[in-house]
């Protein structure tokens, strides 16, 4: 009797875990990360055109910004220069990217509207030492404006040299 009760208490106690933890490695087995794109990238637009839209012109300040995006997983936030007054947060799912531009500054100064934000839309290309974002920048609800292409690229750590003190 002794011994039937410990062979219950060894499978309850060390069997059933066990079995628990092949079920959340096989679930986990299955799961792919998204591809990371944090880091600072170099934008490369046309800054007048980009100006133009009401929104994106208070964020850009007519120079070619430098995207700085951290990631989370699948969700991004990114800075222009004034993260006081803009907040950029978006998401990767695959190889596309979606970012929503939205500058308080601008939105309280009548430029554009809290409802109808910039948005920032691109694809993740990669070869062996760089990064690209292939995509466009367009102001949701201004039928004026028109979308403005995008390119921005940065190394990836492949092309960096490690050194080793």
């Known amino acids: 009797m002794k011994n039937a009760r410990l062979i219950a208490a060894y499978v309850s106690l060390v069997g059933l875990p066990a079995l628990a933890l092949i079920g959340v490695l096989r679930t986990g087995g299955r799961l792919t990360a998204p591809p990371f794109i944090g880091g600072a990238w170099t934008v490369e637009s046309d800054m ?90 367009t102001a949701a609800g201004c039928a004026d404006c028109r979308p403005v292409t995008f390119r921005a690229s940065r190394k990836t750590a492949a092309a960096t040299p490690q050194v080793r003190p």
């Open 48 to 137: 007048k055109a980009l100006a133009a839209i009401p929104c994106a012109g208070a964020v850009i300040h007519g120079q070619a910004p430098v995207l700085a995006i951290s990631q989370s997983g699948g969700y991004l936030y990114a800075g222009l220069g004034d993260p006081a007054d803009t907040s950029l947060a978006g998401s990767v799912e695959g190889r596309e990217i979606a970012i929503r531009i939205s500058n308080t500054t601008a939105v309280a100064a009548g430029l554009c509207r809290a409802d109808n934000p910039v948005m920032l839309t691109a694809k993740l290309e990669r070869d062996k030492d760089t990064a690209t974002l292939i995509g466009e920048i």
